[in-house]
T-cell receptor
């Protein structure tokens, strides 16, 4: 079983919808929790970074971490066509990051 | 320009040949990483380095060799390429080893 499991998708939503992306993990040693966005044929770029349970908001994006349930989520409000990309969750301990397989999101105008 | 650059961006080679993928970063980050990305497997860690002259294996190190004589460079060598090493390879760096990775644009390798 993988240490990090990500809802596979793909997801297709209309513009303006709220999007929820989710990951679960099994390794209690993970200390840091990240979300990356990856456009086609590009490298992943860091979107959100947290290290504690709770919510962290940045504009239209909210990252949620629940360490007791080993569950993290990314919410995108008022989704835009420019949000169409693959979203990767990642968790880190001792300098190494482990990634989920990614969820591909398409936001239709 | 500051950042992390990979070369070559595209490479086609034959089974058994040696291939080296280059990675250069200008931030003086301590940590550097090599990942491969394949459909159905996501990003998998091949090797990482916490500092110059310190390297360690990741999840899928077999068939790969790395070195880090200088902080800014972290080349990845496939000593004898196999078809299963056809993939997109990403180099990344991090200043503190806390998970905030900065990725290059990737090197797309095809082994025939």
């Amino acid at each position: 079983q993988k240490e990090v499991e990500q809802d596979p998708g793909p997801l297709s939503v209309p513009e303006g919808a709220i999007v929820s992306l989710n990951c679960t993990y099994s390794n209690s040693a993970f200390q840091y929790f990240m979300w990356y966005r990856q456009y086609s044929r590009k490298g992943p770029e860091l979107l959100m970074y947290t290290y504690s349970s709770g919510n962290k908001e940045d504009g239209r994006f909210t990252a949620q971490v629940d360490k007791s349930s080993k569950y993290i989520s990314l919410f995108i409000r008022d989704s835009q066509p420019s949000d169409s990309a693959t979203y990767l969750c990642a968790m880190s301990s001792w300098g190494k990051s482990t990634f989920g397989d990614g969820t591909t999101l398409t936001v239709k105008p | 320009d500051a950042g992390i650059t990979q070369s070559p961006r595209y490479k086609i080679t034959e089974t058994g040949r040696q291939v080296t993928l280059m990675c250069h970063q200008t931030w003086s980050h301590s940590y550097m990483f090599w990942y491969r990305q394949d459909l159905g497997h996501g990003l998998r860690l091949i090797y990482y380095s916490a500092a110059a002259d310190i390297t360690d294996k990741g999840e899928v190190p077999d068939g790969y060799v790395v070195s880090r004589s200088k902080t800014e460079n972290f080349p990845l060598t496939l000593e004898s390429a196999t078809r299963s090493q056809t993939s997109v390879y990403f180099c990344a760096s991090s200043g503190q080893g806390s998970g905030e990775l900065f990725f290059g644009e990737g090197s797309r390798l095809t082994v025939l």
